[in-house]
């Protein structure tokens, strides 16, 4: 039985639950939910997920929604396919957990309101808070200081290899070079620069790439 | 060798210590003073490059956030003390779910409101009543869809008490508490209850006899 994702392929959060399916060889049917026509806040879709957002997953009976929570879930039912993805001692996975709980609140908080601000609320017509985006890029900025740091000690975030934690940046990385023009804070940093090369060349994201064209 | 738990009086370490405590693990603490900026200090930061708390020291071990310690402790000790995690894997990924929108959804509207109208005179800030207002009505909606789901599930993730409900222990404290609006709480009769529920715990009644918060 196929999964059945609800999102949009352009928003950032099914995308990293796409990509995290790719990497472990899920089959999946992507259904399109329109955001620019509130389709996520209709009753019929509140039903899946009350919170109105975007992704949910229909796995036969088994519904899921919560983007991390979601690629915690089929990394462990699929930990045989790619058991490195989510560590394979405890120990490991639990620094996989640190750093994945990292992107969601320091990296990710920064990147959403720098997208709310320059790209969702001037195309709704609204007047963006530049004070608001200039103070989030300060402190992106520290957080890629941290990030440089860390990954000169190893390959990526959690250790050696690749896991979780650094395939959930890979959405919000993209916005931050492509939509929000803020590139040069990856490609200032030699070892941020040189993992998002790494990390974004990977099969599975450059397929969800070619979903998004 | 015993766990270490920094910064014992705030809210997002008790997290971590009630956990300790439902499985049964013996920790220590060590004070951190975010008041006095102890946080940022050189030393702390080598731990938490962040400078947030907590960080937990277990022999040679050491683990930040509070979410991914309570991950850790509860697959680690999963035979003792009380299983937080469910039985099944689809149980586990409801855990998830509703840690995430812990997180995500209602953490940080609380968090504005416990930031505003507690810290914002002793951290130097305005005390933003506008961002007061807005936190509150973001947070009810979220209450709202709480007292749909606990109107059908006793806890959040199921019939079983984990991870997910544990989480909301400290910040709601703080709502019940010291900020002021018990009433988002108890004008809510499955949310009430629930709270009624996980707040009684011994383990939670533990840490607040324990550990003070940093207005006692």
Redesign the interface.
Known sequence: MVVKVYGSIRAACPQRVLACLLEFGVDFELINVDLDSNEHKQPEFLQKQ??GQVPVIEDGD?R???S???M??YA??YADRNPKLYGTT??E???V??W???E???FN?MVYTIVLQKLVIPKMGGKPDLALVQNCEKKLEK?FD?YE??LSKNRYLAGDCFTLADLSHLPGIRYLINEAELGHMVKEKKNVNSWWCDISNRVAWKKVMQLME | MVVKVYGPDYASPKRVMVCLLEKEIEFETVPVDLITGENRSPEFMKLQ??GSLPVIQDGD?T???S???I??YA??YKSQGTNLLGKT??D???V??W???E???YH?PLNNLVLHILFSSVLGFRRDEQVIKESEEKLGK?LD?YE??LSKSRYLAGDFFSLADLSHLPFTSYLVGGVGKEYMIKERKHVSGWWDEISSRPSWQKVLQLFKTPFE
Request: glycine share 2%; charged share 30%.
């Open positions: 009350p919170f088994f899921l929604f919560e991390r929570a979601i915690r879930y462990r039912k405890l120990d996975k639990a620094l957990d640190q994945l709980e990292v969601a609140h320091h908080d957080v941290i740091q860390q | 490059p962040f071990y683990l930040f956030e979410r991914a310690i991950r850790y697959e680690k894997i689809e586990q990924g409801l998830q779910q840690l995430e929108v997180a995500h959804n940080p979220v869809v749909d789901r």
